[in-house]
């Protein structure tokens, strides 16, 4: 199947600062990527729908000035997690969409957050 | 509000053995439904999945049932081996507005042991 990739695969920062989290198909184009946040035990939770060229769409509570999307290319979206706080240590996920179908759904490894 | 429930949180199973992993829905819009699998440290893998017109489908091993009116999904793993040893989540879309949005469950660990 196809390769997306994340990086960084884990991240330690201290509150305040802010984080940017990459997510890349590596051997196809996504118009659409989806960003995920997965607490322990937990299921993952859809933070937002990035749209290359786009607006990124929010899911209902979730801050889009907090989590800032941008999904400039084929191939790139970046989360950034502004004025971090430890609230947001999280495991964040991407997933990009190859095609129409659900199936064509492709993961990447996740980015562990941990804020100070 | 957790749309989409998995109620075992971990499952044990023998090799060999049939692996049997719930899923249940309370949102009637839901009209496809997946499996994905996923180890530690990476992102879920696609296994199978249904559409609500269905109430079956297979796919070597794995095989998926759908009773809609229970609003209830079951992935079936047979003859189940140490390498399924995974976190499985079950995940729901409705074609009709959602696009592909997906709504996870919380996931099952799986464990098959020799």
């Known amino acids: 199947g196809a390769v997306v990739s994340q990086h960084p695969s884990w991240v330690i920062c201290k509150s305040g600062t802010s984080v940017k989290i990459e997510c890349r198909s590596l051997d196809f184009q996504a118009t659409t990527m989806f960003w995920y946040r997965q607490f322990p035990k937990q299921s993952l939770m859809l933070m937002a729908t990035s749209n290359e060229g786009s607006k990124a769409t929010y899911e209902q509570g979730v801050e889009k000035d907090k989590f800032l999307i941008n999904h400039a290319s084929l191939t790139l979206s970046t989360l950034t997690v502004t004025s971090a706080h430890p609230e947001d240590s999280s495991f964040y996920i991407c997933?990009?969409?190859?095609?129409?179908?659900?199936?064509?759904?492709?993961f990447g490894p996740g980015t562990r957050l941990t804020v100070l | 509000d957790q749309q989409v429930k998995q109620n075992s949180p971990s499952l044990s199973v023998q090799e060999g053995r049939i692996s049997i992993l719930n899923c249940d829905y309370t949102n009637s819009m839901f009209d496809y439904f997946l499996w994905y699998k996923k180890y530690p440290a990476e992102g879920p893998t696609f296994l199978i999945s249904?559409?609500?017109?269905?109430d079956k489908n297979e796919d070597g091993r794995f095989t998926v049932f759908l009773n809609k009116s229970a609003k209830h999904l079951s992935l079936h793993i047979v003859p189940s081996q140490p390498g399924d040893s995974a976190v499985y989540f079950c995940?729901?879309?409705?074609?009709?507005?959602?696009?592909?949005?997906?709504?996870f469950g919380t996931g099952t660990q799986l464990k098959v042991e020799l």
């Open positions: 249904i559409s609500s017109i269905k």
């Open positions: 997933s990009a969409l190859q095609g129409d179908q659900y199936n064509e759904q492709f």
């Open positions: 995940a729901a879309s409705g074609l009709t507005g959602g696009g592909n949005k997906l709504t």
